[in-house]
T-cell receptor, first 114, second 115 residues
Framework: DADVTQTPRNRITKTGKRIMLECSQT?????MYWYRQDPGLGLQLIYY???????NKGEISDGYSVSRQAQAKFSLSLESAIPNQTALYFC?????????????FGPGTRLTVL | AQSVTQPDIHITVSEGASLELRCNYS??????LFWYVQSPGQGLQLLLK??????LVQGIKGFEAEFKRSQSSFNLRKPSVHWSDAAEYFC?????????????FGTGTQLKVEL
């Protein structure tokens, strides 16, 4: 089984709808991250969490919210989706700064907002 | 603030030819450096990483990278490219202090391999 899983893998939705993307990990890592990837822009950090009670905004958090339900689960929500949120979304985990914050990625969720 | 520049958006090489992908970083101290690869429809897989010590690091799939502090570079190399190496490659920098709470990624280099 994969260490970092994301559901759904693909989602098409309409403008204004609420969407939740889920991430689960079995690596036992405390730190979890959400990124979005757009062609030519690389990966941009949306939110990150160091533990269940610690959530931080990344570079592009506007329009997004997150929930860390447990050490192993970190969900990303789009409260009212808009077309420019069409992107590939990745969840990642790490076990902390001692390893240079090496991150392990899920397979991604491709989101299309019509 | 830390940053990464990958100056080549696309690179095309012939199968069997050597490969070098460029990465330049900006960071106030000795960084942690990473190369990730993303195959079509896949997530990111770690190829190799530099933390300290030997500046030439070996990774998976026959890749290596050299950390050059004087040039702020961490270029990825492979002596003989295989068709299966076609993918997008991302360089990333992380820090050793509070700023190391996150990685900063470059914009990626798309590699095409001609048979």
């Amino acid at each position: 089984d994969a260490d970092v899983t994301q559901t759904p893998r693909n989602r098409i939705t309409k403008t204004g709808k609420r969407i939740m993307l889920e991430c689960s990990q079995t690596k036992g890592h405390d730190r979890m991250y959400w990124y979005r990837q757009d062609p030519g822009l690389g990966l941009q950090l949306i939110y990150y969490s160091f533990d269940v009670k610690d959530i931080n905004k990344g570079e592009i958090s506007d329009g997004y919210s997150v929930s860390r339900q447990a050490q192993a689960k970190f969900s990303l929500s789009l409260e009212s989706a808009i077309p420019n949120q069409t992107a590939l979304y990745f969840c990642a985990t790490s076990d902390g700064i001692g390893r240079g914050n090496e991150q392990f990625f899920g397979p991604g969720t491709r989101l299309t907002v019509l | 603030a830390q940053s990464v520049t990958q100056p080549d958006i696309h690179i095309t090489v012939s199968e069997g030819a050597s490969l070098e992908l460029r990465c330049n970083y900006s960071y106030g101290a000795t960084p942690y450096l990473f190369w990730y690869v993303q195959s079509p429809g896949q997530g990111l897989q770690l190829l190799l990483k530099y933390f300290s010590g030997d500046t030439l690091v070996q990774g998976i799939k026959g890749f290596e990278a050299e950390f050059k502090r004087s040039q702020s570079s961490f270029n990825l190399r492979k002596p003989s490219v295989h068709w299966s190496d076609a993918a997008e490659y991302f360089c990333a920098v992380g820090g050793r202090t509070g700023g190391g709470n996150k990685l900063t990624f470059g914009t990626g280099t798309q590699l095409k391999v001609e048979l």
